[in-house]
């Protein structure tokens, strides 16, 4: 079975910066999007940011200018490097993935465990 196995989340002062890592070996579809959402308790779990296998990219406009999304397509390893980071970016963050459907939406199917994020003011 497929696990989505994410890293690098830790604590950072505001204006600091962390990268997270996501591995998804064996992951198997052709055309598919990965992304990385956020969740604080007690709030809905918002998208943060989005790559799909033509590396088409899209961000939440909380976090445009200073997160940028990659990929690893031989390693099927996904990236998210978070700059100029700010307390409200504290959040438990979760990798995703699932397949590119033909009108262009990407339901995900597989999540990872997630990572904590804290920014301290």
């Known amino acids: 079975q497929v696990q989505l196995v994410e890293s690098g989340g830790g604590s950072v002062q505001a204006g600091g910066s962390l990268r997270l890592s996501c591995a998804a070996p064996g992951y198997g579809y052709t055309s598919y999007c990965m992304g990385w959402t956020r969740q604080v308790p007690g709030k809905e779990r918002e998208g943060v940011a989005r790559?799909?296998?033509?590396?088409?990219?899209d961000y939440a406009d909380s976090v445009k200018g200073r997160f940028t999304i990659s990929q690893d397509n031989a390693k099927k390893v996904l990236h998210l490097e978070m700059n100029s980071l700010k307390p409200e970016d504290s959040a438990m963050y979760y990798c995703?993935?699932?397949?590119?459907?033909?009108?262009?939406?990407?339901?995900?199917?597989?999540w990872g465990q997630g990572t904590q994020v804290t920014v301290s003011s």
């Open positions: 995703a993935a699932g397949p590119k459907l033909w009108n262009g939406r990407c339901p995900y199917d597989l």
């Open positions: 790559i799909d296998s033509d590396g088409i990219t």
